[in-house]
């Protein structure tokens, strides 16, 4: 599947144009690229289920939820959706975000750990930063993604010690890789095996993340 430039150029309309007027004029091409990005979701999801369980995959609604925003555009600017993995034994997500303007991502990672999520990760990144260090310094992961992304603390969590060697990890409220793309990009044909090839380099960092997060400190099922 290729995405074509008429999908781009009917979201940088959008940007110019969020309203309700001049969507419901134009709500025939928007349907038209819905159905299109349903089956791009479709089909990625069949061959993330070759390397992986997926419990559901979804594409996110254009329409905004304004209630508790200050912008009351009514419509995204993009195309978004992600893929969860299954049963909890497997953590971690896949998101995708096509926007013009260079502003297309293919993400994963962990966004809002819950609290005793995050404080199991730091208590493991304490304690050892040698595997995860391994993985995110690997060359694929390099190539990929450069680094592990995600907003930190400004000083130190609370019980670590600042002064922690790996605390450039452990003081990370979030825990994400990205690759963006440009336009040009996103439109060769080549794009969706990209997003295919992207998705399964995360696996090792995936794996890991799982395996802390269903284990306790000595290495036990959490029950």
């Known amino acids: 599947m290729i995405i074509k430039p008429e999908l781009l150029q009917f979201l ?6 969020n309203n309700r007027e001049w969507f419901n004029v134009h709500k025939e091409r928007y349907l038209v690229h819905q ?6 979701v479709s089909t990625i999801q069949q061959e993330l289920e070759k390397h992986d369980l997926i419990e559901r995959a979804k594409l996110y609604r ?10 009351k555009s009514p419509y995204k600017t993009y195309f978004g959706g992600w893929f969860k993995r299954a049963t909890q ?18 993400s994963g990672g962990f966004w809002r750990p819950n609290s005793a999520d995050l404080k199991r990760i730091r208590q493991e990144l304490a304690a050892s930063d040698t595997e995860i260090r391994a993985i995110i310094g690997s060359k694929n992961f390099q190539e990929q993604f450069g ?3 995600g907003e930190a603390v400004k ?4 019980g670590f010690d600042k002064t922690h060697p790996a605390m450039d ?10 690759r963006h793309f440009t336009d040009t990009a996103l439109l060769q044909a080549n794009f969706m095996e990209e997003v295919i090839t992207i998705f399964l380099s995360m696996r090792p960092f995936f794996d890991y993340m799982s395996d802390i997060l269903t284990t306790d400190g000595n290495g036990l099922p959490i029950a």
Do not use: C, W
């Open 35 to 40: 159905t299109f990005m349903k089956e791009f």
């Open 169 to 178: 990890l452990i003081g990370k409220k979030q825990f994400i890789v990205q």
């Open 12 to 17: 940088e309309e959008i940007k110019h144009n």
């Open 89 to 106: 034994e497997r953590r971690g997500g896949y998101y995708f975000h096509i926007e013009p303007g260079g502003n297309t991502a293919i």
């Open 147 to 149: 680094e592990l992304q």
């Open 62 to 71: 254009i329409y905004r939820d304004v209630r508790f925003s200050k912008d």
């Open 155 to 158: 000083t130190s969590p609370r």
